[in-house]
């Protein structure tokens, strides 16, 4: 991947630095979930990534997979102007249609063999409506895929705070560290943005509108494997990550995601949703409703 600092053509703040540096870091741990789903598709096929900020995944997988054709949304929103410019600083590639719109923008009937969302899909304004509006973009064969928190479990990791009760309590509780927060890191905005998304929501939406869910629990031990190896990364999460990474050296972590009730609670979910007339594979994560 291109420097990306090369692409803005002027300085950065400390703050953008930083959060380029996320992004960066971010856009890998993306690259390594969606390339088998890449690996899979046909010469042509189409992929979108919704919310797709500056580009700097689809920088990556473009240059990996030029025979595939690939766009992304990027609405931009308060609290996410550096997203905008170094969107419109992006070096356009061939295989790479890059469009300052939300996914709803999309044109009628336009076809994806391959959508994949990474840490947006919790801050969609309206969520159900996106997971409807998968059963017209996705062609017969497609598959989304989802990585975003899971607020079933009582913890939000943007801001590193615990969720008590629900959004409007936990607000209440720690407006003061909120609003801390958003100033200091240019992001205000972002707590309105997040919609407290719950796996057993998204599941029973799915199931009202006939579309196919697997959930891969692999994610939590590829989280924790990024815990051990990613200082930068394990610095984001505060304390919450030593409960994880003690249950699993003793074991415990592996008996809990057995059980129903802490599946539905992982705090972190990956998702494939597709049309029920796919071929269906064997996985110990396909999830019935």
């Known amino acids: 991947m291109g420097n990306w600092l090369e692409y803005m053509g002027k300085p950065l703040s400390k703050i953008d630095l930083k959060k380029l540096s996320i992004l960066e870091d971010e856009a890998d741990f993306g690259f390594e979930q969606i390339t088998p789903f890449l690996s899979r598709l046909q010469k042509g096929n189409s992929v979108l990534e919704v919310g797709c900020g500056p580009g700097i995944l689809l920088d990556k997988i473009?240059?990996?997979?030029?025979?595939?054709?690939?766009?992304?949304?990027e609405p931009g929103g308060e609290g996410f102007r550096i997203f905008i410019e170094l969107l419109e600083s992006f070096k356009k590639r061939a295989?790479?249609?890059?469009?300052?719109?939300?996914?709803?923008?999309?044109?009628?009937?336009?076809?994806?063999d391959f959508i994949?969302?990474?840490?947006?899909?919790?801050?969609?304004?309206?969520?159900?409506?996106?997971?409807?509006?998968?059963k017209f973009a996705l062609s017969p064969q497609g598959t989304c895929l989802i990585l975003c928190p899971n607020y079933h479990f009582p913890y939000e990791p943007h801001f590193k705070l615990p969720v008590i009760i629900n959004k409007f309590v936990t607000y209440h509780l720690f407006s003061p560290l909120i609003k801390k927060f958003e100033q200091e890191n240019e992001y205000v905005g972002l707590w309105n943005s997040l919609n407290f998304v719950k796996l057993r929501e998204i599941l029973d939406h799915c199931s009202k509108s006939k579309l196919r869910v697997k959930q891969d629990q692999k994610i939590i031990s590829d989280l924790l494997i990024r815990l051990n190896k990613d200082d930068e990364f394990k610095s984001r999460q505060g304390v919450v990550g030593i409960p994880a990474v003690i249950a699993t050296k003793i074991g415990l972590l592996g008996l809990l995601i057995k059980s129903r009730f802490f599946r539905d609670r992982l705090p972190y979910l990956k998702l494939e949703i597709s049309h029920p007339s796919k071929q269906k594979h064997n996985s110990e994560f396909l999830i019935s409703n």
């Open 95 to 112: 295989n790479v249609k890059l469009l300052r719109r939300g996914y709803e923008n999309l044109e009628v009937g336009e076809k994806f």
């Open 116 to 134: 994949f969302l990474v840490n947006v899909f919790e801050h969609l304004p309206n969520w159900r409506h996106f997971l409807d509006f998968l």
């Open 62 to 73: 473009a240059l990996k997979y030029p025979e595939l054709n690939f766009s992304g949304v």
